[in-house]
């Protein structure tokens, strides 16, 4: 629940970002415009992702403490593991973008 909390705030982080990157550039061109919403709709997108995986997680915290879950979760896990990729893919191609308009 540590990792997914951390996903929330950075998240957030992400978005703070890019609100203060729109602020400071009101008359830039398109491309800028293009971008924004994209990283904007990937927020919002992975933000309902990791609610639904806290929700999974959550319902299953009692099998999960037990010495079986790896038998009946590999699902779970396997939903964590995609998470993360997906997550930092989405951090690194935002740092680059969020570093090009600096």
């Known amino acids: ?3 997914l909390k951390f ?3 950075e998240l957030k982080s992400c978005e703070l970002t890019l609100e203060a990157l729109v602020e400071t550039n009101p008359t ?4 800028l ?4 919403e994209h990283f904007q709709n990937q927020f919002i997108l992975q933000g309902s992702n990791l609610h ?3 929700w999974d997680v959550r319902r299953n915290l009692p099998v999960l403490e037990s010495e079986a879950w790896p038998l009946q979760f590999g699902s779970l896990v396997s939903q964590m593991q995609t998470m993360r ?3 930092f893919e989405l951090l690194a191609d ?3 973008f ?3 308009w600096l």
């Open 28 to 31: 830039a061109d398109g491309t």
């Open 98 to 100: 969020f570093k090009n």
């Open 1 to 3: 629940m540590d990792e």
């Open 52 to 54: 639904t995986l806290k």
């Open 33 to 36: 415009w293009k971008q924004v």
């Open 94 to 96: 935002f740092d680059r």
């Open 85 to 87: 990729r997906i997550f």
């Open 7 to 9: 996903y929330e705030l």
